[in-house]
């Protein structure tokens, strides 16, 4: 392709607040920071951001109860911050979740 013409661009990042989203699986990426986890999310809350995906990214070490990762899969899992509970993600990929927001980034989530 020789021609590439810049158009607007209508992205938002999501205010500060709760979103119902559904849940669409962990991809693994590489990042400026190396390996990372995403945590893809489509969000099904009426308003601007129906039908928008918002990514939330970890390390990829291995989960434990003191990183996100480990927080993440309890979260996803409806699971106490225990060591020793197994997750398994496909599991829970079309599932329906409440994302906390704050500063644009996920603070957490809660199965519905």
């Not at 020789?2 to 590489?30: C, H, K, M, R």
């Not at 601007?48 to 899969?73: Q, V, W």
């Not at 829970?92 to 809660?110: C, H, M, T, V």
Request: proline share 4%; charged share 20%; net charge negative.
């Amino acid at each position: 392709m020789d021609e590439f013409t810049i158009g607007e661009s209508n992205y938002s990042p999501l205010s500060d607040g709760e979103y119902t989203a559904e849940f669409g699986g962990i991809e693994q990426v590489q990042t400026v920071h190396g390996l990372s986890n995403k945590f893809v999310f489509e969000i099904q809350e009426e308003g601007e951001h129906k039908g928008e995906i918002f990514n939330a990214f970890c390390d990829s070490k291995p989960p434990t109860i003191k990183n996100k990762l480990g927080r993440y899969l309890a979260f996803l899992a409806h699971a106490s911050l225990t060591s020793g509970i197994v997750v398994k993600p496909s599991n829970y990929i079309g599932k329906q979740y409440l994302l906390f927001i704050e500063g644009g980034k996920l603070a957490s989530f809660q199965k519905l």
